[in-house]
């Protein structure tokens, strides 16, 4: 069983960056797969990036490719998503999902656990 925890999200203006963070308890995190997925007001939650258990492979969404970097440290049980050239459209809450697994993909559902999720506002 993990747990997940979010953190670092806030407001920001268009252009800039925030970088999140998930943090996870338990046991063997390494043998997680991570994804990050977003839900803004009336949308339903969309997919943002997957990262397999090793961080070796990633998977972006092409609303976010080129633009978010996903990374984990598994030695500290900690992913990450660094949010550059931010749009008003990345406004949402995002979340953290683990998935025992070498990599998940795209669908929610595709995950087992899920943090609470931290919210990001973009302002243009």
């Known amino acids: 069983q993990v747990q997940l925890v979010e953190s670092g999200g806030g407001s920001g203006q268009a252009g800039g960056s925030l970088r999140l963070s998930c943090a996870a308890s338990g046991r063997s995190f390494s043998s997680y797969a991570m994804g990050w997925f977003r839900q803004a007001p009336g949308k339903e939650r969309e997919f943002v990036v997957g990262i397999s258990r090793g961080g070796s492979t990633t998977d972006y969404s092409d609303s976010v490719k080129g633009r978010f970097t996903c990374y984990r440290d598994n030695a500290k049980n900690m992913v990450y998503l660094q949010m550059n050239s931010l749009k008003p459209e990345d406004t949402a809450l995002y979340y953290c999902?683990?998935?025992?697994?070498?990599?998940?993909?795209?669908?929610?559902?595709?995950?087992?656990?899920w943090g609470q999720g931290t919210q990001v506002t973009v302002s243009s």
């Open positions: 999902a683990a998935d025992r697994a070498y990599y998940s993909g795209r669908y929610s559902t595709d995950y087992d656990h």
